[in-house]
């Protein structure tokens, strides 16, 4: 069996800190610990992104690589949408 042969290396521990955010975040989210359109949703979101992006480029999986690639840029746009809320608010007052 592979699984018990598997080489841990250090761009699978930075891949499981991006599990681990993404976990936690989503926890963050279900508590009502998090507001899923403020500013820390969407840039966990995006460093999740980055953390399993560096893991897949040393281990390519296209699936994994393609979600990835989405997250990013869904990432980036809820971080634009927060900033223009933020300032739109910011100029009604």
Known sequence: ?????????????????????LVGTFAAIQFGKMDPKGFWYSFNNLVVAILLGINLYFKPNLSSIIIE????????????????????QKTSM
């Open 1 to 21: 069996m592979e699984i018990l042969n598997y080489q841990y290396e250090i761009t699978d521990f930075i891949g499981n800190i991006g599990v681990v955010l």
């Open 69 to 88: 690639i989405f997250w990013f840029a869904l990432s980036i746009v809820g971080l634009i949408r927060w900033y223009q809320s933020r300032s739109s």
